[in-house]
């Protein structure tokens, strides 16, 4: 990434880096907030659930650091790879995946709905919630997935885990679209939780947008996953895209 664009990310990702509450940030740079508004709401009866416009907030707790890299199929090889790389977490929530990012020395940013919430619940989630904020303060980005506040070109690789799963087709589709846009050239983009029956429309859908400018593959992902003492098995697709480089 050339070093003018990367100063331009860093102020443009300072300017919407988390401040609670930062309800009004986002449209200093971009109306990202129209579409969605990051209404937080606990479900009676299910006190330790925070949902953010009813997509439910995971985090550790939930899907646990090993299984979010398995399902973005990332190595720990790769991992170590990211050093100095700008690496974008989208609906990041608040898992163990931007602080492992972090530790090994990426740029790494998280970007989701719920940092600009006015209020988090006084529930166990909502101590998670604060805890990772607090803990990653500078590193948070708070906007919609679907119109992100980020530069154009100027990220090298963009993960999603269990984002896609909760919108509709067409919605993934801005959102990979936005996530394209974003991409530097040669950079890669890496969404877990599409549908086998979707995938293969969504993969079509983007080689006819972005023709030669793109390469797109896809992964089916199944694995053991233990949560709260009950196995059970999670089987999803990873969708792989990268924008093309320069380079003749
Ligand atoms: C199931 S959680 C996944 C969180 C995390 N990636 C993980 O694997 O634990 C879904 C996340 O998507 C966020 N979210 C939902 N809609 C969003 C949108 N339009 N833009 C950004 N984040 C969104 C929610 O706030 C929530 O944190």
Known sequence: MKSGSKHSLVLILLL?????????????????????????????????????NDVMVTGELFYPLDL????????????KKLKGKTVLSVAEGFSGLLPHLGRHGADAWGLDLWYSADSIPENETGKRMKKFIAENEGQLIAGNALDMPVLDHSV???VSHQLVNNLLMEKSMTFLEEAFRVLAPGGEARVFGFDSLDIETVKARLLARFGSD???SSQS????????GKKKTMTGQLLIFRRASLDP
């Open 16 to 52: 919407t880096s988390v401040a609670l509450p930062a309800a009004t940030h986002a449209k200093d740079i971009r109306d990202c907030g129209s579409n969605f508004r990051p209404h937080l709401q606990v479900p009676a009866g299910n006190p330790d659930w925070v949902y953010a």
């Open 68 to 79: 979010v890299l398995a399902d973005l199929s990332l190595s720990d090889s790769q991992v």
């Open 156 to 158: 090298d690789l963009l």
């Open 214 to 216: 793109i390469e797109v």
């Open 221 to 228: 992902i199944s694995k053991q996953w233990v949560y709260l």
